[in-house]
């Protein structure tokens, strides 16, 4: 039985996007494709697969991004294509908000805004909370809401945020969308116990 590879998908692949990520996966003790940044994404789905599969160890985090594309670009071709792979467990998506111009939205479980707060309600690009209850728009989440995944995390524009999650910082909300997923996914606990039974 083949193991399953637990990743997190971002949909945001600027060079602030990456910078962000990768110390975020450090932090945590992930790992992150690098070669999947960009704007928009230029790597194919199954050659994401491909760098995931050769990463040592869980969760890997990977970028998609469609730079403003109407509907399903190439950002969210290969993100469909990484979700629903046999080797990839999803444990969440983090959906970036963006001042599209055509308004593509997707449904989130829960949003947090530029100072760290958990929303029901959506958030903007700059992270200020917004009055539609679960909801965003975003230039890379045409098609999330058909994905299925088991928690999708709404936050405003990575790195950004009027500087409140400068990479310089830490990148401190992008840090805790991602340990919210973790925490929902239930994969912080399988790390612990892992630590604490290494014969197991």
Partial sequence: ??????????TDGDEYARRVVEIVAKEIGGRCISMSWGNPTILSGQA???LIKKTPNDPVLVMFDDS???GEGAGETAMRYVANHED?????????????RHEEW???????DRD??????????FGSEEFEPGKITGDTVYCIDQ?????VVGIGDIGKMSKKDDYVKGAPITKLAVELI???????DERKKARNDPDS
């Fill in 116 to 125: 760290g707060k958990l929303t029901g309600n959506g958030v903007d690009k």
């Fill in 147 to 151: 994905l299925h995944a088991p928690i």
């Fill in 182 to 188: 973790l925490e929902r996914s239930g994969h912080n």
């Fill in 106 to 112: 997707t449904k989130v479980d829960v949003s947090i």
């Fill in 48 to 50: 994401i697969v491909k």
């Fill in 68 to 70: 403003g594309i109407v």
């Fill in 1 to 10: 039985m083949i193991n399953k590879r637990k990743v997190i998908l971002i």
């Fill in 88 to 100: 990839i467990e999803v444990l969440g998506i983090i959906a970036v908000a963006s001042r599209t």
